[in-house]
């Protein structure tokens, strides 16, 4: 959600902060602000809107000095404004925060009973005045912060500087990612790596109960009981280059460009003997024949590509799955047994809901096995099975080579498990391996057809509404797609089961009302036109993306994308291809900002 940045450096800081806070746009924000050390005393500049906005500011009022911390907010308590943004403090101290201090209210008025008053109406400044009474009660920051810490519930990752002294940067966290940089004369604190990939890729996790205090020429970790830990350096895989756009107009379009490769980075390590092979993680072939049912958790896009998988596993190794929604999980009582796995799906690993899904399937005695992009996040870190997608840095809010390997990686899973009950052969699992490997071609094929897609999605722009329909797997396919259009291009879109159209929804398809049917399941689709039918009878607008096949070929849509054939475990993997493209080509022609939508996180670290 929010980014933080702050550095202590010989460098000018503001320089530092606001490079790095540039790093950190794509997590999303509404406004921006940074405080720093000059001749000793702490000043702040801050402003609703875009970075461009605070560089203004500073030039009107600059910041001379190398310690200071930044901060990109993301509203969650106070709507977006000056007031409300970050850092918030005094004199003397200033913080940034990322997450929410849920007895914020609590603290607030209780600072109010002190004579403080307030100006916001985030939950951060009723941080902010609890530690500026702790600093001034303790007198210096660690007892300070740890008198914070006993009084404060909820989640946080919080930079910090005080008055007296200059040099320093001192960090907490519980729930929301905090890393410590370590650089050349310069030492960082940021929510997320490529706020500092300019400057370093080395950098310790800061766990949970740590405070980091960092000044220019050391980093020092203490625990709960401030004694000194020693932590493992860690080296990020991500350069500078991985946050390139690479002569592409926008990320997102860089990102579906890059699925054939990524697809390659994720499935040949699971590879040996053209047999798949999860044993380097940790997935025997006996943990995995012992599993009796799988509890899928995740959010968003990862939840569509909990979907498929639901859909493979019940396929193809015949073990039930059920799919929740992560903010759901927790309040729904589900029914754990010690021979099921939770299976979590998270781009960044740091997703609230879906951590506090893990945290309770551990606490039942389960195991949790996870899907995550990002090495080290919290999820990886607590998840007793990790399967890296290893996707590379994506930095477009809405997810889509994240999505195609996390599809990819359960439809493998799935094939993995058939073999382990002996519901396959291993020529059958040869021959399956040689079909996946001529995936990254068949979607290179589909990238050249890009124009074509273009022009199908300039027919949707001036439109106010449209619907998504297909069967089984291909209404996972009519999710994902209707949640990128209407994400990156603000037009109202729905999808839905073909088949329930009927049950309430047609009411809603009158003349040139844009339905977008999927067909990619040969077995349905004679039920699939029906469907079609039904549509343009009252008068809908088709666009067809589905199978190469003669049944088509008729006069069944008003327009229509055809997408070659593949086995059918496959057909998901290249089914959504065209279907990103005209979700991207809806947002491009209407001239909106595709990578940064309004409103959204590309990481969503509160509940």
Not at 339 to 354: F, R
Request: proline share 3%; charged share 25%; with cysteine.
């Amino acid at each position: 959600m929010c980014g933080i940045v702050g550095v202590v450096s010989k460098q000018q800081a503001a320089d530092v902060l606001v490079t790095g806070l540039k790093q950190l746009e794509y997590r999303g924000y509404d406004s921006v602000g940074l405080s720093i050390f000059e001749d000793g005393h702490i000043k702040t500049v801050k402003t609703q809107g875009r970075i461009a906005n605070l560089e203004l500011k500073l030039k009107s009022f600059p910041l001379n000095g190398g310690v200071g911390i930044g901060h990109t907010r993301w509203a969650t308590h106070g709507e977006p404004s000056d007031v409300n943004s970050h850092p918030h403090g005094n004199h003397r101290v200033s913080l940034v925060h990322n997450g929410i201090i849920e007895n914020y209210l609590f603290i607030k008025a209780r600072m109010i009973r002190k004579g403080y008053t307030f100006e916001s109406a985030t939950d951060t400044e009723a941080l902010a005045k609890l530690l500026d009474y702790y600093y001034v009660q303790k007198g210096n920051p660690l007892d300070a912060i740890k008198k914070v810490l006993e009084k404060i519930r909820g989640s946080y990752a919080v930079g910090m500087i005080f008055e007296g002294h200059p040099d320093q940067i001192y960090a907490i966290r519980k729930d929301s990612p905090l890393i410590v940089g370590l650089g050349k004369d310069q030492n960082f604190i940021a929510s997320d790596i490529t706020a500092i990939l300019d400057y370093t890729r080395d950098y310790y996790l800061l766990e949970e109960g740590e405070i980091a205090i960092i000044e220019k020429d050391k980093v020092t970790i203490l625990d709960n009981d401030l004694e000194v830990v020693h932590k493992e350096l860690q080296t990020a895989s991500w350069d500078r280059q991985s946050a390139e756009k690479e002569g592409y107009p926008h990320f997102m379009l860089k990102e579906i460009h890059d699925q054939p490769k990524v697809l390659m980075n994720a499935i040949n390590p699971r590879i040996k003997n053209q047999q798949i092979d999860f044993s380097d993680e940790g997935l025997s072939d006996d943990f995995l024949k012992s599993i009796t049912k799988f509890h899928m958790v995740a959010c968003g896009t990862a939840m569509h590509a909990a979907m498929i998988g639901k859909h493979m596993i019940e396929l193809e190794a015949r073990i039930p799955c059920d799919v929740h929604i992560a903010s759901e999980f927790r309040y729904g009582s589900p029914i754990l047994k010690p021979s099921e796995v939770v299976l979590l799906i998270s781009q960044s690993g740091e997703t609230a809901d879906t951590l506090a899904a893990l945290r309770l399937a551990k606490s039942n005695g389960l195991k949790v096995i996870a899907i995550v992009n990002v090495v080290g996040s919290s999820i990886a870190r607590e998840a007793d099975i990790v399967l890296y997608t290893w996707a590379g840095l994506e930095i477009a809010v809405a997810s889509t080579k994240a999505y195609f390997v996390q599809s990819a990686l359960l439809t493998l899973l799935a094939k993995k498990l058939q073999v382990v009950h002996g519901l396959c052969t291993a020529e059958e699992i040869s021959l399956f391996i040689s079909d996946l490997q001529k995936i990254p071609a068949l979607v290179s094929g589909i990238l050249d057809e890009q124009e074509h897609i273009k022009q199908l999605a300039s027919l949707i722009v001036s439109k106010p509404s449209l619907f998504f329909i297909g069967r089984s797997l291909d209404y996972a396919l009519a999710l994902e797609s209707s949640l990128k259009l209407k994400e990156i291009s603000y037009i109202h879109s729905e999808a839905y089961p073909a088949g329930e159209l009927k049950h309430g929804t047609i009411s809603l398809i009158t003349d040139n009302v844009p339905v977008v049917a999927i067909a990619t399941q040969e077995k349905l689709f004679e039920k699939i036109i029906s469907n079609i039918k039904e549509v343009k009878a009252r008068g809908a607008t088709v666009f067809l993306f589905a199978l190469d096949d003669p049944m088509f070929e008729v006069d069944v849509a008003d327009h229509i994308f055809v997408i070659k054939k593949v086995q059918p475990a496959l057909i998901p993997l290249v089914s959504i291809i065209p279907l990103q493209l005209f979700a991207y080509y809806a947002s491009v022609l209407k001239g909106l900002d595709v990578d940064k939508p309004r409103n959204l996180a590309k990481s969503v670290t509160v509940e």
